[in-house]
DNA sequence: TTTGAATATGTAAGCGCTTACATTTTTTGA
DNA sequence: TCAAAAAATGTAAGCGCTTACATATTCAAA
């Protein structure tokens, strides 16, 4: 394979002016920039990733570890996000945690080894080694999906807890006081806590009894949702509203009450969370909290950035979720 | 942040020592090993990406570029895939080419510039300098998605062509003959344009003649299956059943059946292909031809590992498709 | 005890590029 | 026209690791 000092001979010039060429092309006259882009091509060279690397000290590549790939709750915001990143030269490396904390730590550490510059983490669960292990490197890192004044990292999201509860007080207006809830497992998983803890307090609110709840905590996936529905429904009396902690187990909780010939939401009314694809597509439409994956993939890209270029992008960012009507939510049965 | 060198001083070894207890510790004595990573651990050394790719000529990363990442036709087979490969030690860099064939271009190139190994490719259509990019650099490729023994490169996929024709024949059994299809794109696009062969060869097997097709051809997305179904539901005389070139489609032809009034499948027919999560969800249930993805990434996976590490794996390998029935396709209206 | 083979470990060159500093060339203003 | 400043280009060290070859140590068989 050619390099740089095989373009450096043909063009007549130094490697250093052949590097400038490719870098900071602004830095070389015309003339002989047209000469070395041309040598270049005849050439058919190409950088080596692992020399420029070494010697610039950075690989112009940042990675972001998401729960799961297998689903469009997060697909979106990182499409959006490396769409920003590849504006702006730097590629995307992707590794899935499987909601597993453990599995997580060593994915971090595997994108690091592989030479990750900055890093997206969803939500702020995970251990302080962790954390020590990134900030003892000097890696950035930008937390997104969620929102939280009190723990300061960079991060931009939304409010999982305002959000929920408010979908929670539409619920209780709608006249429901019994209600189930399908959460995804809490324990590491700060996003699912906080959506529980806006359920709770919404009742609260109303002068009802959080105990009162019937909570189903499992597994992210359609069939674990329309499992604890069926679960749900088991219950006396059986309740009129299901919450779920996503738009995912939504629709298994929808495909199941289909199943069970319960009419949503004349007998019991289902929502989500997210407003992801699915939710317009099920039938009846999910009446879901509607999440700005997008913008909030554009801006967790631009705090990254301005991060790895040492500049500082100021608090973090919170971004406006909204109800989306549908028509799976409808008042409660008298 | 410490190197080699640093490890070596603590652990009083060479450096060629702790770099064999990093990669092949079998050659290093035991007594050996254990103080070497014992002053590793102490020292919180990483090895430095950059050199080791420059040093090794490798940096153990593969690339796949996916036609979109927004949805999950590509997400669980990539998934197989990822893990697979994470299982060998590989990282996985994935870009998506949004159908754009000069953006595919771009994405290889720059998958390649950041030291991709080796490549995982979306069906067999691009140009001969595109291959012949990555021919004279000696990456090694395995297309996916896509069987045809006609064309010299590795893959691991299924017969587009026999599977849409397979479910052709489904619905010219059910009595239906005037037909519609909503089609992805064709050109740059042979798993489009082989399963809209399939379905003008089953028609012509039946003494039918493709050219009575009613055809729309559009991009990938929920809405432009809904907005061309509606087109052809203007038709006169209207379609009893409309074949979608994938799920998705199918998923918005669905949604605006639904809009419509129509019934599915007393009014219409609706048929998709893939067989993803959505299939089952959609009201009603889709039937679809079943593809097994993430048998299909996992062997993808094998045979790229196998070409990477100089083996000769074989000639390219076909996997089977079925049929899913669900709900979505009745008998034609009489 | 000696010798040869096997294993373990050390030496140090070089992978290909970036970039701080040096030198040369060009441009501008007095 | 000359001197100073600015721009363009060259020099070459070094980033951190791998690994071919060399050397040292250990082990086994005669």
């Known amino acids: 394979m050619p390099t740089l000092e095989d373009v450096a001979a043909r063009a007549r010039v130094s490697t250093a002016t052949v590097s400038r060429c490719l870098n900071s092309p602004d830095q070389v006259s015309e003339r002989t920039r047209q000469r070395v882009m041309e040598a270049v091509r005849d050439l058919g060279y190409a950088p080596n990733f692992g020399a420029r690397a070494l010697a610039a000290k950075r690989t112009n590549t940042f990675g972001a570890i998401i729960p799961t790939m297998e689903n469009a709750i997060f697909a979106r915001g990182l499409q959006a996000f490396q769409d920003e990143l590849q504006a702006n030269g730097i590629t995307l490396l992707v590794a899935s945690s499987s909601y597993d904390p453990d599995r997580e730590e060593d994915q971090i550490r595997a994108l690091v080894a592989r030479g990750a510059d900055a890093l997206l983490l969803i939500g702020h669960d995970r251990t302080a080694q962790t954390y020590d292990f990134l900030d003892r490197r000097g890696i950035p890192y930008v937390v997104a999906w969620v929102h939280d004044n009190s723990v300061r990292r960079h991060s931009v999201g939304f409010d999982n807890f305002a959000a929920m509860k408010a979908l929670t007080e539409e619920v209780l207006a709608q006249g429901h006081r019994n209600i189930g809830v399908i959460t995804a497992e ?55 509203a299901v919450l779920c902690g996503n738009d995912v187990f939504a629709a298994g909780a929808l495909m199941k009450a289909r199943d069970l010939g319960l009419r949503v939401p004349q007998d019991v009314s289902i929502t989500g969370f997210d407003d992801i694809d699915l939710a317009g597509i099920v039938t009846p439409g999910l009446t879901t909290v509607h999440v700005p994956h997008r913008e909030m993939g554009r801006r967790a890209a631009r705090r990254l950035l301005a991060l790895r270029a040492g500049d500082d992008p100021g608090p973090g960012e919170e971004l406006e979720t909204t109800i989306k009507w549908r028509q799976s939510l409808g008042p409660a049965p008298t």
């Not at 700060?190 to 105990?211: K, N, Q, T, V, Y």
């Not at 069926?230 to 059986?238: G, N």
Request: include cysteine.
């Open 186 to 240: 809490r324990s590491g998983n700060d996003r699912a806590r906080e959506r529980f803890r806006g359920i709770c307090s919404a009742l609260s609110d109303h002068g009802l009894d959080p105990a009162d709840l019937l909570i189903e905590e499992t597994t992210y996936s359609i069939d674990n949702g329309a499992e604890r529905f069926a679960r749900l429904m088991d219950q006396t009396p059986r309740p009129t």
